[in-house]
């Protein structure tokens, strides 16, 4: 298995910027994709971002593209997730997550193995 802890959320001014990260153990980090997910308050948890285990192959949601960069380190066993020009509907607890049987739909939660704990999002209108 892979522990994974999300770091770096807080409260933000719409049009402001956050970086999350979230450090990985256990099992070989570099093998995997990783993907961002989020959930606000009454609604499902949906897909943000993922990444290859290369880190050149990167996937995001309509609602973030442009805004938002998802990055790994595998040296450092960290994922993150810059997150610009955010806006009130971005509020949400995110997560990390890893794929670790090589799914192709890295935008379904229920392809992903191990999950983080969440780091809160709010962004202030």
């Known amino acids: 298995q892979v522990q994974l802890v999300e770091s770096g959320g807080g409260l933000v001014q719409a049009g402001g910027s956050v970086r999350l990260s979230c450090a990985a153990s256990?099992?070989?980090?570099?093998?995997?994709?990783m993907g961002w997910f989020r959930q606000a308050p009454g609604k499902e948890r949906e897909f943000v971002a993922a990444?290859?285990?290369?880190?050149?192959?990167?996937y995001y949601a309509d609602s973030v593209k442009g805004r938002f960069t998802i990055s790994r380190d595998n040296v450092q066993n960290t994922l993150y997730l810059q997150m610009n020009s955010l806006k009130p509907e971005d509020t949400a607890v995110y997560y990390c997550?890893?794929?670790?049987?090589?799914?192709?739909?890295?935008?379904?939660?229920?392809?992903?193995?191990?999950w983080g704990q969440g780091t809160q999002v709010t962004v202030s209108s």
């Open positions: 256990g099992r070989a980090f570099s093998s995997y994709t």
């Open positions: 997550a890893v794929d670790l049987h090589g799914s192709t739909t890295y935008y379904l939660p229920r392809e992903y193995d191990c």
């Open positions: 990444i290859a285990w290369n880190g050149r192959d990167t």
